[in-house]
Nanobody, 127 residues
Framework: QLQLVESGGGLVQPGGFLRLSCRAA????????IGWFRQAPGKEREGVSC?????????KHADSVSGRFTISRDNAENTVYLQMKSLKPEDTAVYYC???????????????????WGRGTQVTVSS
């Protein structure tokens, strides 16, 4: 069974930092693009960041997080990370990761072609 498990969420003050992890169970992430997405209450799911598998491959970030969030992966650890700094209240959401069988971040932001969605991890930014 292909499964992704997110962790690392929590409550943080505005301006704070969190690092989310997305770990694969039952398969290797190597060879697949991985995306981070988020969904806030009453809002549609939106793409946050995407990273391909190949060395020197593609990385994409949503404009709303560019310069604040960094996506990275450790294929040896079978894990993809999302480092988030300068967090804002509007970053509050449940964060999900998912993989795409084609190793590309083209047209990624709406989640098309992504599967094996994890259960998510809650990020709350509040003072």
């Amino acid at each position: 069974q292909l499964q992704l498990v997110e962790s690392g969420g929590g409550l943080v003050q505005p301006g704070g930092f969190l690092r989310l992890s997305c770990r694969a169970a039952g398969f290797t992430l190597d060879g697949y693009a991985i995306g981070w997405f988020r969904q806030a209450p009453g809002k549609e799911r939106e793409g946050v960041s995407c990273i391909t598998s190949r060395v020197g491959g593609d990385i994409k970030h949503a404009d709303s997080v560019s310069g604040r969030f960094t996506i990275s992966r450790d294929n040896a650890e079978n894990t993809v990370y999302l480092q988030m700094k300068s967090l804002k209240p509007e970053d509050t959401a449940v964060y999900y990761c998912a993989f795409r069988s084609s190793d590309t971040c083209d047209n990624w932001s709406h989640g098309l072609g992504f599967g094996s969605w994890g259960r998510g991890t809650q990020v709350t930014v509040s003072s």
